[in-house]
């Protein structure tokens, strides 16, 4: 990287990109070399140009920013990549780190705090709070933070991730709610979207777990099945993979065969 750090602006509100653009303006150190209003463009203009930064909204007309932030890692991966957003890092902080960003800010930052993140993370520094370097640090409040996302899931997600953790396949899941397959997969992606999973396997082993500890009778807190939520999410990693199922449909596999194959995972 030059002396002068380019930075590409991608935020579909017209006011932020001229505020945003006149701030940096101001700053010897930094020089605006494009600002658009979605991810598409964005990408469009990384085929063409080198930036030493990207500065990004998360929510975009035609992309979510952690799917974009991936997209330009790997389209750019010399850049770096600020997250400067509205939502408030508990949401989305972990996960935009995980993607590739090198900083995370919200919008109700100081101007100045603003131009220091983006210097920071040009420099090939990080620009993260206590609070979030905390929360990438430790796996038990990882698994905390899952279950309390929990609360996000639809009616629908919940009953689907109940059913997975009971044994049945996604093939059993849609022949018992008279789903197609490709809804339950859908369905599978958004659940593990929403609680920071990063794969199937991941998805089974905390749905197995919540079935298992008897928190899909809905109830919260301390309860008869053993603790607190906390506590039975926190032994979610002594499940054994091995754990014999029940699987409710008639595509059920029999029970000899490995969990991994029951699962189809």
């Not at 509205?86 to 603003?114: C, F, N, Q, W």
């Not at 298992?212 to 054994?240: C, H, K, L, N």
Request: with cysteine; glycine share 8%.
């Amino acid at each position: 990287m030059g002396q002068v750090a380019r930075v590409l602006l991608v935020e579909d509100h017209e006011i932020m990109r001229f505020g945003l653009t006149q701030l940096l303006d101001g700053h010897r150190g930094l020089s605006i070399c494009a600002a658009v209003g979605d991810g598409a463009s964005a990408m469009a203009y990384l085929r063409t140009h080198e930036v030493d930064v990207v500065v990004l909204d998360l929510t975009l007309p035609d992309c979510h920013g952690i799917k974009l932030i991936r997209g330009l890692k790997q389209r750019a991966p010399q850049a770096e990549v600020l997250v400067l957003t509205m939502h408030d890092e508990l949401r989305y902080g972990e996960r935009a780190v995980t993607a590739g960003a090198a900083g995370y800010i919200t919008k109700s930052a100081e101007p100045g705090e603003i131009v220091e993140a983006i210097v920071r993370v040009a420099s090939g520094g990080r620009y993260l709070s206590g609070t979030l370097r905390d929360r990438l640090l430790d796996p038990e409040r990882r698994r905390r933070n899952i279950m309390d996302s929990l609360d996000a899931l639809t009616d629908r997600e919940l009953e689907i991730f109940t059913l997975l953790g009971e044994g049945n396949s996604s093939a059993c899941v849609a022949e018992l709610l008279n789903r197609s397959i490709k809804t339950v997969e859908a369905h599978r992606e958004n659940i593990k979207r929403k609680l920071g999973l990063k794969s199937a396997s991941e998805l089974i082993h905390y749905a197995i777990t919540w079935v298992q500890e008897g928190m899909a009778s809905g109830r919260r807190g301390e309860d008869d099945f053993g603790g607190t939520d906390i506590e039975i999410v926190q032994r979610a990693a002594s499940v054994p993979q091995s754990t014999e199922l029940s699987p409710r449909c008639s595509l059920a596999e029999p029970h000899n065969l490995p969990l991994s194959r029951k699962l189809n995972v």
